[in-house]
């Protein structure tokens, strides 16, 4: 009777294993099949953004740009102008935050037109700049007049955009 009741036991043991490994397996299989919103959203529709927790454009500036069709990943960075410079966006050039999207650097408040037009036309260049801080940029009140963008590339400075 003994013997029957442990390889009963045993069995049961086996079967209940053998049916956690397979929802395992399974659970694993399906989050796997669902991939990160990375690899269904084109790459000049990515955006990270490095900023300084204290700066609350930069906060309405990703904002704006989720809002024009960008999905945008923000880390805070208190040292982001450091990082900046050290991407090759002049130091006369600083923005309020440095971004990257689609292999370029986006550094300050650039409209998203500005910011497609660089990755649809893919100049040979680091990035480009919106210097400081314009009223009239996106996340500091909206897009009113005109925005002079620079293109940087090593110590070549150009007008992209004044728009």
Known sequence: MNRKLLTGTALALAAVSAIG???????????????????????????????DTNCGCCDAYADYMEENGYHVTRIDDRDFDKRSIEAGVPEQGLGCHLAQV???????????????????????????????????APGMGGKSGTLKTYAFAGDDITVFSDE
Do not use: C, H, K
């Open 21 to 51: 490994i397979a929802t395992f397996t399974t659970a694993e299989t399906d989050s796997a099949a669902v991939t990160p919103a990375e690899t269904t959203i084109p790459a000049d529709r990515q955006m990270t953004i490095w900023r």
């Open 102 to 136: 689609d292999g370029y650097y986006v550094s300050g408040l650039v409209p998203a037109e500005i910011v497609a037009r660089l990755t649809t036309e893919r100049p040979e260049v680091t990035g480009i700049t919106l210097p400081g801080m314009p009223m009239n």
